[in-house]
């Protein structure tokens, strides 16, 4: 992957005069990679576009609802042994390797309609700062 460094390198030696083949070597990437860069305006952190769709169909959307109420009954279930009871409800159909997609699935649901999660703010005590006064009196 071509970093922004790259790319600046990579113009700051065109600009001052470099063949495009020895610029793309002493900046790291191939003289075909080189020429996007030397056309295109931005960097690559500028180019980069966020996916939006998803890349396979949820395994999990026919029986998330039954997933779902048992959640809402007993939500101290572990995503693991939910998934086990999921194996035995429909044999056959949810292999052990969606279990981590699950168990992905499992904490989003929690994060926003779970129980409240305990909010804890830690105190940090630095040693000799509260032993001393600020101001002299």
Do not use: C
């Not at 005069?17 to 990437?29: E, F, T, V």
């Not at 305006?41 to 890349?55: A, C, D, H, I, N």
């Not at 572990?78 to 159909?93: I, K, N, S, T, V």
Request: hydrophobic share 35%; glycine share 6%.
């Amino acid at each position: 992957m071509i970093k922004d460094g790259q790319v600046r390198k990579l113009r700051r030696l065109l600009s001052s005069g470099a063949d495009l083949a020895s610029a793309a070597r002493k900046s790291g990437m191939d003289e075909k990679t080189a020429r996007k860069y030397r056309n295109s305006k931005g960097l690559p952190s500028e180019q980069v576009q966020q996916r939006t769709w998803r890349t396979r169909k949820d395994p999990f959307v026919e029986v998330w609802a039954d997933v779902e109420a048992r959640l809402q009954a007993e939500p101290q279930l572990r995503a693991f042994a939910l998934f086990d009871w999921l194996q035995d409800q429909y044999p056959g159909r949810f292999p052990d390797s969606q279990r981590r997609t699950f168990e992905r699935r499992v904490r989003a649901w929690r994060a926003a309609y779970g129980p409240n999660q305990e909010v804890m703010f830690p105190q940090v005590h630095y040693p000799g700062i509260s032993g001393h006064r600020t101001s002299p009196t």
